[in-house]
């Protein structure tokens, strides 16, 4: 075989070596592509639960708020009853015998 012919299989031998790391290469590069679309789906999923939960949140603030005035009511007409009922305690008091 001649030197020419020797260099050429050798050349061959690499550029096969070449293509099948090439390939690997393009393989990992999918695959990381693929990772990381999916990473950004994840984050915009978890972006969109975010919002949800704050809107919960901010909808069980405002139940609470309410929830707080309506006992603050209620404390104030029930103080107003023991007041009302201590005073007629008091009218009645003056027709017992």
Same mark, same amino acid.
């Given at each position: ?18 293509e099948?790391?090439?390939? *690997? $290469? $393009?393989?990992?590069?999918?695959? #990381? ?7 950004v789906?994840?984050?915009?999923? *978890? ?6 939960? #704050? ?12 929830n707080a ?7 104030? $007409? #029930?103080?107003?009853?023991?007041s009302? *009922?201590s ?11």
């Open positions: 075989m001649s030197s020419n012919s020797k260099d050429i299989n050798e050349l061959a031998s690499i550029s096969i070596e070449v099948s790391k090439i390939n *690997t $290469a $393009a393989t990992i590069v999918n695959q #990381a592509t693929n990772a990381s679309d999916k990473t789906k994840d984050l915009e999923n *978890t972006g969109t639960n975010v919002n949800s939960i #704050a809107k919960s949140i901010n909808e069980i603030n405002s139940i609470s708020t309410e005035r309506n006992v603050e009511e209620i404390a104030s $007409a #029930a103080e107003h009853l023991n009302m *009922t005073e007629l305690s008091d009218k009645l008091e003056h027709f017992k015998t």
